[in-house]
């Protein structure tokens, strides 16, 4: 009996021992097939990465900056990549979302931080697609949490760069759930620290278009952008007007003026002559409103008969309608205003806030017969509307898988930024600068060539460097846009006045700081002995 009952447990032992054996060979086997599928799936859609936000698993662009925070066991997972981008690789929506959750949070998450933060701020972006708007304010969150944990917020290279997505991003998403002023503040608040860096600067949304009240932190980065790309004048004069600061506006418009009259250039553009005119009237200082469209005019005529006319005379003729409108109205002939205003549509070529005002001046009064054409919406509407418009276009774009990317941003390349460390602090014997100021308008030519953002940055740091050597207080600056028409590659230029605060041509709505702008941009763009002792820490450490 004892026999038999050893024999049933052992007869036993071997049947468990061989499902064991057939439940692994079947575990196995499923394991391998599902391996299989995966490799057939990734054959024709992709990798994961290449699905979730359309790079892949390996990132070179971020070899540098592992190097910089001292990520050196990391440096292994930038090796060259088998895959090559392809966004249309990358999936939309739910299905998006899956594919990068899979990544951050599967069996196989991926381990590199700085590969992690782009893919958790793509399934954002998918929950934006998805109309999912929290959860992609939690994926921010979760990415700032990640990057904090990396010891990168804070970095001046990465709050630059990549750091700046985290904010494009939460605003994005705030607006589509109608918070405007939250969207805002998202933006601007990872520009806080920022005043002179160009790119920054120029990447930075302010949502004027969705904010009715001109916040101080917007106007900061208005005015800050405007002095390093001139330009952008015109677009901080426009939104002075929309909350009715009319003189403040006007002084936008003739600083612009200034500017381009400093170049002495061959030719003036009298469209700016033109809404200068504009600006001035709203501001009720009318001889200099006067005199700016006398000169338009003029100047337009002058042009047009030596056969150089202004590139859009249309442009300049409908900013010169408005004025006279204007004009009417104020001498007391105000019918006639209306009629001009109203016989036309719509208004394109002045700015909102130009025509919100002269809208609501003719609205005053007039009767319900002479509410008609563009007399015929109250200034608010106008302005609803305009923002009804860019709120479309920014919903359909979320539909094509592509705009929504670009809010993520690339990793700085420190290596840029540093490379550029001998030329920018050498004052003496300049390789920036020409040998001396242009005889016509006075004015110093700064020169960079390669990698626009590193360039500019290099360009103001270098005119900066120079004021404080020529014993000057700061400068003003007028950066062009780059041309790739050399052997070197784009070369970005600028013209440069040094100047105390003091001097004609210095005026505060123009003027960079010089010591200001070292304090700043040495944080990027170091000196070479400040540049040597961080290597050699980097090294010891």
Known sequence: MKTFLLGVAAAEMIFDASAALAGTGEEKAAKLEQEKVQKEEEKKLGSLYLRCDGKPNNMTDGESFARFVGAV????????????????KRLFAEKGVEACTRLIDGEKAEGNGLRRLPLILARGL???????????????????????ALGLIGNPYFDRSMGLSFGRIEAEARLRMGDPAGAQAASLNQVKDITYGFVPLLLTRTYAGFNRELRPEEERVDAATARILAPTVLGYAARLEEVGRFADAAVQHEAMIATVEGLKAKEKESSFYARAAIGHALAGEWDRAKERADFARSNMADRRARGVPDDDSSRIVELLDLYEVLRLEHDGQAAQARRNFAARSQWVEPSLGQVMEADRRLREGASSGELFGALAKAPEELWQERRDAELAVKLQADTDNKELFNLILPY???????????VTWRVAKSKMMAEKPDEDSGMWRLFSAGNVQTAADSIVLHAALQAQAKGKEGFTLVML????????GPVTIAWVHFADRSETGAEASRFLSADQVVAELSQVIPSPETLKARKKQTKAA
């Open 73 to 88: 066991t990391l440096l292994a997972l930038f090796a060259p990549s088998p895959e090559s981008p392809d966004p249309a």
């Open 126 to 148: 998918h929950q934006i697609e998805a109309k999912n708007y929290q959860a992609a304010l939690d994926d921010v969150a979760k990415a700032r949490a990640e990057a904090a």
């Open 412 to 422: 700085a390349k420190i290596d840029d930024f540093e490379g550029r460390s001998n």
């Open 481 to 488: 846009p780059p041309s790739s028409k050399t052997a070197y």
